[in-house]
C-alpha cells in the first residue's frame, strides 16, 4: 500500500521527479504563454495588417492544426521515442512562430499560426502522455494539477510579453521573444526527459483521413461565420455535424482510432468523460475576444486586457490547486457543481460586458464572472481527466490521453469557429466598433454558457452512474 508521502507534493517536486516535472510543465508553458501572448496583441496585429472579418480565424487555424499535432503525437512517440519527439514538436513550433513574426498580411499570419499550432499539438500530447510515463499512477493527478497550472503561470508571462509589445507598437518583437523560451525548454528536455520509447504494445496507426475531415468540418463553420445570412451559417453548421457524426461512426469500426475503445458505447463512461471535456472546453473559445471587448467597449489598453483575458486561466489554475488531494466525496461534489458555476459566469459576463464603467475601478467586477467561468472548470477538470486515464482499456493508454486533447481542440476549433460566426452576425463587423463590440458580447456569453450547463446535465446522468475501480 502507497504511504501517505508518497501521494505527496513533495514526492513529486523533489529529485528526479521535480526535474521532469519541470520539464513537462515547460512545454505546456510554452504553449499557453504563445495563447496569451497572440490574444493580447491580436487587436493590434489586426489594427496593422487588416483581416478583421478573419479574427477568430487565428485561433480556428490555430487549433485545428493543434488536433492534428496531439492525435500525430503517439505516432511520434512511439516512432522515435519521448525527447526526440519533443525535439520535433519544438522545431515545427519555432518555425511557425518566426513566420507570425515576419507576416505582413493577415494570409501569411493564418499560415504561420496554423504551423504553430501543429507544433503546439505535438507538444501538448505529449506532456500528457508523457504524465503517464515518466511517473507511478498515484502522483498522476498532482501531476496534471502541476502540468494544468503552467497556464496560470502563462497568464503573468503571456500578457505580459503581449500588452508590452503592443503598446509600443512593436507587436512583432512579441514573436521573437518565444524564441529564447523555445531553446530553453529545448535544452532541459534535452537533459531531464529519457530518450525510450512508448511501450505500448499496441502498433498505433495515424487515422489521417478522419483528422482531414474533422479539419474540413470546421472549415465548414469559418467560411460560413463570413456570411451574414442565417441560412448559410445553419448550413454550414449541419454540414459540419455531419461531417463529425460520420467521422466517429467510421472511428468506432477502424483499428487507426482517433479515441479509444468504449468510447463510442452510448452511456458509457469513456464516452460521458470525453462530452465533458468537449462541453467545457466551449466555455474556453470566449478568450480570444474578451481582449478586443475590453479594449472597444471599455478603452483598456493591450496590457489590462490581456490580464483581464487572463484571469479566466488563473482561475483554473486555483480551482484545480483547489481541488487537487481532497477526498473521493468532496472530489464528486467539485466535479458536479463546477460546470455550474462556469456557466454563471459566461451568463454574468453577458450582462456586465456591454455596461460603461466609465474610467473608474468599477471595470474590475469583471474579474468576478471571469474567474467563475475558469474556477468552474478547473476544480473537475484534473479529476475528469484521471478518470479517463483509469477507464482506458488496456493496451490503449496512450491513445486514451491523447484524445483528451484530440476532443479538447476539436472543441475549441468547432467551438471558435462557431463563436466567430454568432459574433459576425451579431454586428462584430457590420457595424463593428463600439456598438458592434456591446451586441456581439452579449450574444457570444450567452450562447456559449450552454456548454458548461448542459455538462451539469451530463455530470448527473452520466458519472454518477459509472465508476472506476483500481
Same mark, same amino acid.
Given at each position: 500500500?502507497?504511504?501517505?508521502?508518497?501521494?505527496?507534493?513533495?514526492?513529486?517536486?523533489?529529485?528526479?521527479?521535480?526535474?521532469? %516535472?519541470?520539464?513537462?510543465?515547460?512545454?505546456?508553458?510554452?504553449?499557453?504563454?504563445?495563447?496569451?501572448?497572440?490574444?493580447?496583441?491580436?487587436?493590434?496585429?489586426?489594427?496593422?495588417?487588416?483581416?478583421?472579418?478573419?479574427?477568430?480565424?487565428?485561433?480556428?487555424?490555430?487549433?485545428?492544426?493543434?488536433?492534428?499535432?496531439? #492525435?500525430?503525437?503517439?505516432?511520434?512517440?512511439?516512432?522515435?521515442?519521448?525527447?526526440? #519527439?519533443?525535439?520535433?514538436?519544438?522545431?515545427?513550433?519555432?518555425?511557425?512562430?518566426?513566420?507570425?513574426?515576419?507576416?505582413? %498580411?493577415?494570409? /501569411?499570419?493564418?499560415?504561420?499560426?496554423?504551423?504553430?499550432?501543429?507544433?503546439?499539438?505535438?507538444?501538448?500530447?505529449?506532456?500528457?502522455?508523457?504524465?503517464?510515463?515518466?511517473?507511478?499512477?498515484?502522483?498522476?493527478?498532482?501531476?496534471?494539477?502541476?502540468? %494544468?497550472?503552467?497556464?496560470?503561470?502563462?497568464?503573468?508571462?503571456?500578457?505580459?510579453?503581449?500588452?508590452?509589445?503592443?503598446?509600443?507598437?512593436? @507587436?512583432?518583437?512579441?514573436?521573437?521573444?518565444?524564441?529564447?523560451?523555445?531553446?530553453?525548454?529545448?535544452?532541459?528536455?534535452?537533459?531531464?526527459?529519457?530518450?525510450?520509447?512508448?511501450?505500448?504494445?499496441?502498433?498505433?496507426?495515424?487515422?489521417?483521413?478522419?483528422?482531414?475531415?474533422?479539419?474540413?468540418?470546421?472549415?465548414?463553420? %469559418?467560411?460560413?461565420?463570413?456570411?451574414?445570412? @442565417?441560412?448559410?451559417?445553419?448550413?454550414?453548421?449541419?454540414?459540419?455535424?455531419? *461531417?463529425?457524426?460520420?467521422?466517429?461512426?467510421?472511428?468506432?469500426?477502424?483499428?487507426?482510432?482517433?479515441?479509444?475503445?468504449?468510447?463510442?458505447?452510448?452511456?458509457?463512461?469513456?464516452?460521458?468523460?470525453?462530452?465533458?471535456?468537449?462541453?467545457?472546453?466551449?466555455?474556453?473559445?470566449?478568450?480570444?475576444?474578451?481582449?478586443?471587448?475590453?479594449?472597444?467597449?471599455?478603452?483598456?489598453?493591450?496590457?489590462? /486586457?490581456?490580464?483581464?483575458? /487572463?484571469?479566466?486561466?488563473?482561475? @483554473?489554475?486555483?480551482?484545480?490547486?483547489?481541488? #487537487?488531494?481532497?477526498?473521493?466525496?468532496?472530489?464528486?461534489?467539485?466535479?458536479?457543481?463546477?460546470?455550474?458555476?462556469?456557466?454563471?459566469? $459566461?451568463?454574468?459576463?453577458?450582462?456586465?460586458?456591454?455596461?460603461?464603467?466609465?474610467?473608474?475601478?468599477?471595470?474590475?467586477?469583471?474579474?468576478?464572472?471571469?474567474? /467563475?467561468?475558469?474556477?468552474?472548470?478547473?476544480?473537475?477538470?484534473?479529476?475528469?481527466?484521471?478518470?479517463?486515464?483509469?477507464?482506458?482499456?488496456?493496451?490503449?493508454?496512450?491513445?486514451?490521453?491523447?484524445?483528451?486533447?484530440?476532443?479538447?481542440?476539436?472543441? $475549441?476549433? $468547432?467551438?471558435?469557429?462557431?463563436?466567430?460566426?454568432?459574433?459576425?452576425?451579431?454586428?462584430?463587423?457590420?457595424?463593428?466598433?463600439?456598438?458592434? #463590440?456591446?451586441?456581439?458580447?452579449?450574444?457570444?456569453?450567452?450562447? $456559449?454558457?450552454?456548454?458548461?450547463?448542459?455538462?451539469? @446535465?451530463?455530470?448527473?446522468?452520466? *458519472?454518477?452512474?459509472?465508476?472506476?475501480?483500481?
Amino acid at each position: 500500500m502507497m504511504s501517505i508521502e508518497q501521494n505527496s507534493w513533495a514526492a513529486l517536486l523533489r529529485g528526479r521527479n521535480g526535474l521532469r %516535472s519541470v520539464a513537462l510543465a515547460g512545454g505546456v508553458a510554452l504553449h499557453a504563454i504563445n495563447v496569451y501572448l497572440v490574444t493580447t496583441i491580436l487587436p493590434s496585429v489586426v489594427a496593422d495588417i487588416g483581416g478583421l472579418s478573419y479574427y477568430a480565424w487565428n485561433m480556428t487555424l490555430f487549433v485545428m492544426a493543434s488536433i492534428i499535432g496531439s #492525435a500525430l503525437s503517439p505516432k511520434l512517440l512511439q516512432s522515435v521515442g519521448l525527447r526526440h #519527439a519533443f525535439v520535433v514538436a519544438m522545431a515545427v513550433f519555432m518555425v511557425g512562430t518566426i513566420a507570425c513574426a515576419l507576416a505582413f %498580411s493577415m494570409p /501569411a499570419m493564418l499560415m504561420g499560426r496554423t504551423v504553430q499550432g501543429l507544433g503546439g499539438g505535438f507538444l501538448l500530447g505529449l506532456c500528457y502522455s508523457a504524465v503517464r510515463l515518466v511517473f507511478p499512477e498515484v502522483l498522476w493527478p498532482r501531476a496534471m494539477v502541476l502540468v %494544468s497550472s503552467m497556464w496560470g503561470v502563462s497568464t503573468l508571462i503571456g500578457p505580459t510579453i503581449g500588452g508590452i509589445f503592443a503598446e509600443s507598437g512593436h @507587436w512583432r518583437l512579441a514573436f521573437w521573444s518565444v524564441i529564447p523560451v523555445i531553446a530553453l525548454l529545448l535544452f532541459l528536455v534535452c537533459t531531464q526527459i529519457e530518450a525510450g520509447k512508448s511501450q505500448d504494445s499496441q502498433k498505433i496507426k495515424v487515422p489521417m483521413g478522419k483528422l482531414l475531415v474533422l479539419a474540413v468540418s470546421v472549415l465548414c463553420v %469559418s467560411w460560413a461565420s463570413l456570411s451574414v445570412n @442565417w441560412v448559410v451559417n445553419a448550413g454550414g453548421l449541419l454540414l459540419a455535424v455531419i *461531417l463529425s457524426v460520420l467521422t466517429g461512426r467510421a472511428d468506432r469500426h477502424s483499428d487507426a482510432n482517433l479515441l479509444p475503445r468504449g468510447t463510442y458505447q452510448w452511456g458509457g463512461l469513456l464516452a460521458v468523460l470525453y462530452g465533458c471535456i468537449a462541453l467545457l472546453s466551449l466555455a474556453i473559445t470566449v478568450e480570444v475576444f474578451i481582449p478586443y471587448f475590453l479594449q472597444t467597449i471599455h478603452h483598456q489598453s493591450p496590457l489590462i /486586457a490581456g490580464y483581464f483575458m /487572463a484571469s479566466l486561466s488563473f482561475g @483554473w489554475t486555483a480551482g484545480s490547486f483547489v481541488s #487537487a488531494g481532497r477526498s473521493d466525496t468532496t472530489t464528486q461534489r467539485y466535479v458536479q457543481f463546477g460546470p455550474l458555476v462556469s456557466g454563471c459566469g $459566461l451568463l454574468g459576463l453577458a450582462v456586465m460586458m456591454p455596461l460603461s464603467f466609465g474610467t473608474g475601478s468599477s471595470i474590475y467586477f469583471l474579474l468576478i464572472p471571469l474567474m /467563475a467561468v475558469g474556477g468552474g472548470i478547473g476544480v473537475c477538470w484534473p479529476h475528469v481527466l484521471t478518470r479517463v486515464y483509469q477507464a482506458a482499456p488496456k493496451g490503449q493508454e496512450n491513445i486514451a490521453s491523447s484524445a483528451i486533447i484530440t476532443v479538447q481542440l476539436y472543441a $475549441l476549433a $468547432l467551438g471558435g469557429a462557431f463563436a466567430g460566426m454568432l459574433t459576425n452576425l451579431a454586428g462584430f463587423v457590420e457595424p463593428g466598433g463600439f456598438e458592434g #463590440a456591446r451586441q456581439a458580447s452579449v450574444v457570444l456569453f450567452s450562447v $456559449l454558457s450552454i456548454g458548461p450547463l448542459l455538462t451539469v @446535465w451530463l455530470i448527473y446522468k452520466g *458519472l454518477a452512474k459509472n465508476s472506476v475501480s483500481r
